[in-house]
């Protein structure tokens, strides 16, 4: 929840797939960028010019990795098995939500755009516990929506 100073606590911050939390998940990060593209020439004198070029934004997430929750029961929120079945093994593209979806009020901010699941990796440490990253690529518009309650 937002703080008086207006800084936010970064557990109000997730990934949503198609809605739906990642399960477990302990980090969220949204890069957004701005290509350039090079337009330096001879009458340069010897400074590199650019102009714009293309955006694009990706997403990662780190998330505890579990088949059941803490009672043994199928897990309600998006797991890794269901991100692989459901979006790398049918090729499928779907609706990413980076922000807070649950939460409603002045300023809440979230980005949603059309994804692609890039990458995974899971990491199994000794006497620790499992994790995995998961990785999205954005296709097209990234949506910004700003919450005026």
């Not at 970064?10 to 949204?30: D, H, K, M, P, Q």
């Not at 400074?47 to 990662?60: L, P």
């Not at 995974?120 to 998961?134: H, K, L, Q, R, Y």
């Amino acid at each position: 929840m937002a703080a008086s100073d207006g800084q936010l606590n970064g557990t109000e911050l997730g990934v949503y797939i198609g809605g739906v939390l990642v399960a477990y998940s302990t980090n969220a990060t949204i890069n957004i960028n701005h290509g350039t593209r090079s337009t330096s020439n001879k009458e340069s004198a010897g400074w590199e010019e650019s102009a714009e070029a293309y955006r694009s934004w990706d997403v990662s997430c780190d998330a505890l990795y579990a088949w059941l929750d803490p009672a043994g029961s199928a897990i309600s929120n998006t797991t890794l098995s269901d991100m692989f079945t459901a979006y790398v093994y049918t090729r499928a593209s779907f609706t990413l939500t980076w922000g807070n979806t649950e939460s409603a009020g002045d300023g809440w901010t979230k980005y949603v755009g059309t994804a692609w699941m890039t990458s995974a990796s899971i990491n199994g440490p000794n006497e620790d516990t499992a994790t995995f990253t998961v990785n999205f690529q954005g296709s097209g518009d990234l949506t910004q929506t700003i919450d005026a309650a």
